[in-house]
């Protein structure tokens, strides 16, 4: 499966798992796809936006760095440039918070 010229949108949730969306990444981009990480404040106790940003070559988004952005809209522009959006690992408490919003 090629994802040549595909940009993905990684979102990182808290949890145990959180390590393994590193790998997820790295496969990702091995299948051609362009890929950037937005992470939760509790994927990041677990494993550091830094691994990230290694890994991918971008800065990571977080909480911290979306409150701060100049333009207030990142969040929406992040979602807007993305062909896809993956949620890995996907917590309980995330998904409660798409279903009831």
Known sequence: MTLLGKHILLGV???IAAY????LL???QKAGAEVSVAMTKSA???VGSLTFCA????????DE??????KNMA???LSRNADAILIAPCSANFM??????
């Open 65 to 70: 760095r979306l409150e701060n952005n100049e």
């Open 13 to 15: 949730t808290g949890g």
């Open 75 to 77: 969040h929406i522009d």
């Open 44 to 46: 990041q106790d677990f």
């Open 20 to 23: 393994k969306a590193a790998v």
């Open 55 to 62: 890994l991918s070559g971008k800065s990571v988004w977080t």
């Open 26 to 28: 790295r496969l990702l």
């Open 96 to 101: 409660a918070k798409i279903t009831h919003g």
